[in-house]
């Protein structure tokens, strides 16, 4: 039981808010996106600044409870909100300062990718994120980065110069590759295990106008594609990304009424080059197949970014399932058709996030981050808004995850894992975990932060 004036003292110790079950916040604070994850935090602290994060950690560890931190709460796993314990909410942090000169932006720890591009934007400059501007940086940088800038410019993390960090024990530290290092080797992957950042320092490239959008053909056309794709994007040059999807038309603008709610299979591109030279790069998918529909042409960079945020509003339910893939086969393609054309909603669909051109510059071991050989990383996406359909969405992923994962890597992206144990992420760090087990056990040696896809100290974890 927390004493009231505990409570209290705490709440006068932040500029921000604390929010309690009762207080009128409580119900829209504690929600995260995704609406299958319903939790009961008994505290939830929406930190203003630093000092709030080192005070709310402070409280959470003389009050022995369990700690969750909060970025853009876009986990699909709910990792930020937890029961009963305390939400260290960083949603309250997000300025962000660009320095024209350096190309470097530093973002607070609660902004979203959104935020990030509003501000970049207006200097021609970008980061490497992923393809949703409402995705917390936090959660996504840490835990990697993948999205329509990877190929050209590598993950968020291979963009990552430095973070401000609030330990376990209330300390403050930089961590970068002059100051500890370690741990700056540890933050690029292994997700909120070692601190709280509440600053991140970025490399920005010049990014301004690309040639981007979808292109989608029939379900009966998907075998041929997948199998171009495969070939393609592994030797393209690096400027262009794409991603590949199965999905459902929306019902509404701007798709044409002949294509509304039909399944189909389709590419994302990002081109960083010239109008000119995306055409001619894809010249030979529009010669082989021509797209039954496509929305690709110049457009600024943070309208790519925020193309698919309508579509994807919070409060949905959400289930997914992650693996590495190192090769296409023609065995996985044929299961991909059979499972991506059985799509069981509207919302729901299967990505393909390719993992090479510079995110391949990077060693395994030069970051936690160990799937550098990889060639995509594949997630399977049940969505929906209705609760009715939970599993309905959630049988379907598991279903076609079954039948493909044998064909995956091993392990997983963390950012595209629910909680799927031990074994699973240790999978998906496989050499790097044990060095993760011992910048853990350095950092955080009691596992306080363990509301996360959690590597346990290296004793706790047997090492
Ligand atoms: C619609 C959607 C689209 C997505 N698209 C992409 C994509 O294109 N590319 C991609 O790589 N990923 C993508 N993701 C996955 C995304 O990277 C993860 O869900 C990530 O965890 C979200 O980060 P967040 O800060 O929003 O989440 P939160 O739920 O707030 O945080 C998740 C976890 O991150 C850690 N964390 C959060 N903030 C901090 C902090 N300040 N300090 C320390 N630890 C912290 C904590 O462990 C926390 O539990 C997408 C997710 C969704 C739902």
Do not use: A, E, L
């Given at each position: 039981m927390l004493n009231p004036v505990d409570i209290a003292n705490f709440r006068g110790a932040l500029r921000g808010e604390l929010i309690e079950p009762g207080d009128s916040r409580y119900a829209e604070a504690r929600q995260v996106y995704n609406a299958m994850i319903s939790r009961r935090p008994r505290l939830i602290a929406a930190c203003a600044d630093v000092a709030d994060v080192v005070a709310a950690l402070r409280f959470g560890r003389e009050h022995s409870m369990r700690v969750a931190i909060r970025g853009g709460g876009h986990n699909a796993g709910g990792l930020g909100v937890c029961d009963d314990g305390l939400v260290v909410d960083l949603s309250p942090i997000r300025n962000v300062h660009v320095d024209p000169a350096a190309q470097t932006v530093r973002a607070g720890g609660g902004c979203s990718w959104g935020d990030v591009d509003h501000a970049t934007h207006a200097f021609s400059l970008a980061v490497p994120s992923g393809i949703i501007s409402t995705t917390g940086v936090a959660g996504l940088t840490l835990g990697g980065g993948l999205g329509h800038l990877t190929r050209k410019y590598g993950l968020t993390i291979d963009n990552l110069l430095a973070a401000d960090v609030v330990l376990a024990d209330g300390r403050f530290v930089v961590a970068s590759a002059e100051e500890n290092a370690d741990l700056f080797w540890a933050l690029r992957g292994g997700g909120g295990n070692f601190g709280v950042v509440t600053s991140f320092l970025f490399q920005a490239h010049p990014v301004h106008t690309v040639c981007a959008g979808p292109m989608l053909w029939s379900l009966e056309e998907a075998a041929d594609i997948m199998k171009w794709y495969r070939q393609f994007i592994v030797q393209a040059p690096p400027e262009i990304n794409g991603f590949f999807a199965f999905l459902t038309v929306p019902p509404?603008?701007?798709?044409?009424e002949s294509l509304h709610l039909k399944k189909m299979c389709g590419v994302v591109w990002c081109y960083t080059g010239s109008p000119e030279a995306a055409n001619a790069i894809l010249e030979p998918v529009r010669s082989l197949r021509r797209p039954a529909w496509e929305l690709f042409g110049p457009m600024p960079f943070p309208m790519l970014q925020s193309m698919f945020d309508g579509l994807y509003p919070p409060g949905l339910q959400w289930y997914w399932k992650a693996d590495f893939i190192n090769e296409l086969s023609d065995e996985a393609v044929a299961q991909h058709i059979r499972h991506g054309s059985r799509l069981p909603t509207m919302h729901s669909t299967m990505h393909l996030y390719p993992v090479n051109g510079a995110a391949h510059k990077t060693s395994k071991a030069d970051t936690a981050w160990s799937y550098r050989d990889a060639t995509w990383s594949q997630v399977i996406v049940g969505v929906d808004?209705?609760?009715?359909n939970r599993d309905k969405i959630t049988s379907w992923a598991r279903e076609y995850y079954d039948a493909l994962h044998s064909y995956g890597a091993g392990g997983a992206y963390v950012n595209f894992m629910m909680d799927e144990g031990e074994d699973r992420i240790r999978a998906t760090y496989r050499e790097n975990y044990q060095r993760l087990a011992q910048v853990k056990t350095k950092y955080d040696p009691d596992n306080f932060?363990?509301?996360?896809?959690n590597i346990r100290p290296a004793a706790a974890a047997g090492i």
């Open positions: 509404g603008p701007p798709f044409p808004p209705d609760p009715v932060f363990r509301v996360n896809q």
